[in-house]
């Protein structure tokens, strides 16, 4: 014996398996959302890095050049100091003082 059942027309549909792919489809949009979420955060670290990168490198450079100034401000005013003690001397022995 063969039992054949044909239906012609509209299927209706179980309504826990619509429920479900219903909830399919709104889990596969959260997870593309967090996943949109996850890069533009990514990017954002990148851009944050980046900007710390270029800062660290001002900092260090500007560091460099104040470094480099006090050493030259010290040259100056050590050599000004052995030129007046020089001259100072110079001007005594002239005048018979020392």
Do not use: C, P
């Amino acid at each position: 014996r063969i039992h054949l059942d044909i239906r012609v027309g509209e299927h209706f549909l179980d309504e826990s398996v619509l429920q479900a792919k219903d909830k399919v489809n709104e889990v596969n949009m959260r997870l593309e959302h967090l996943i949109e979420q996850i890069h533009h955060v990514s990017k954002e670290q990148n851009y944050e890095r980046e900007r710390e990168e270029k800062f660290r490198k001002t900092s260090e450079e500007t560091n460099s050049n104040i470094l480099w100034w006090a050493i030259v401000q010290t040259i100056i005013l050590i050599s000004v100091g052995i030129w007046q003690i020089k001259s100072l001397r110079d001007f005594l022995i002239s005048k018979k003082l020392v």
